[in-house]
């Protein structure tokens, strides 16, 4: 029976192997994460970090499984474990897009999470200087994609947002809201009173451009009575 003996590394031989790579792989993550994280996205900093430093792993582990070599000096795929991350980071990404109101939502959070497992796999094969470049160039395509997207296409969008309260809202606070959202050109689509853990709050649903939805957003805030407003 043929067995094969896997490489063992010691404490100093694995800081020095992987210290390197976990770092680049928590600031490359960070760093797309942070883009994510201002846009107020489910995968924000601590998912793409994670994301980045699972697939740095797993990469590196391929590679130290694949420079063992059994007793006929047959030496392993190094691709057998790393080809795996992406198909499995197919499943994470599934799950970040959402269908509402025939709008669907969270592609390019799971376009993200797709890019950083690839980024984590560039720097599990130490190539850290591209993951690096591939990183900034990921922020940059976020960035201005978004920017030329509210500039020049106006597309509009559904947003929700909700609105945590001091007291039970009146006619003057509904009507101060309702006035808000049709100042700035969006279109209401739904308005929910309840009451959340002795919290009074109001759902908001609504169609319009971004720049209008951070506008409106900025001056919900000024209306008296409004503790604090999150979006969905």
């Known amino acids: 029976m043929v067995e094969k003996q896997m490489a063992v590394l010691t404490l100093s031989e694995a800081i020095q192997f992987l210290g390197p790579k976990l770092l680049a792989a928590l600031f490359c993550g ?6 994510r994280e201002l846009k107020q996205k489910a995968a924000g900093i601590k998912t793409n ?3 980045c430093v699972g697939a740095t792993l797993y990469t590196a582990i391929s590679i130290v499984i694949a420079s063992s070599k059994d007793q006929i000096g047959v030496q392993g795929d190094p691709a057998r474990i790393a080809a795996q991350i992406v198909s499995g980071i197919g499943f994470l990404g599934g799950g970040a897009i959402l269908q509402s109101k025939e709008q669907v939502v969270g592609l390019t959070t799971a376009a ?3 890019l950083v497992a690839a980024i984590g796999v560039w720097i599990g094969l130490g190539q850290i200087e591209v993951a690096l470049g591939v990183s900034v160039v990921i922020v940059m395509v976020l960035i201005t994609a978004t920017f030329f997207e509210n500039r020049f296409l106006g597309r509009k969008r559904l947003f929700k947002i909700v609105i945590h309260l001091r ?3 009146d ?3 509904r009507h101060g809201i309702e006035a808000l959202i049709a100042s700035n050109d969006m279109h209401l689509e739904d308005y929910r ?3 959340s853990a002795n919290q009074p709050e109001i759902r908001l649903s609504y169609h319009g451009r971004n720049q209008d939805h951070s506008r409106t957003l900025l001056q919900l805030w000024k209306i008296p009575g409004i503790l604090d407003v999150k979006q969905q």
Request: hydrophobic share 50%.
């Open 49 to 51: 970090m994670l994301i």
């Open 193 to 195: 009173e309840s009451v």
């Open 30 to 35: 960070g760093l797309i994460g942070l883009e």
């Open 171 to 173: 006619e003057l606070t």
């Open 167 to 169: 007291e039970r809202s």
């Open 112 to 114: 993200t999470i797709w």
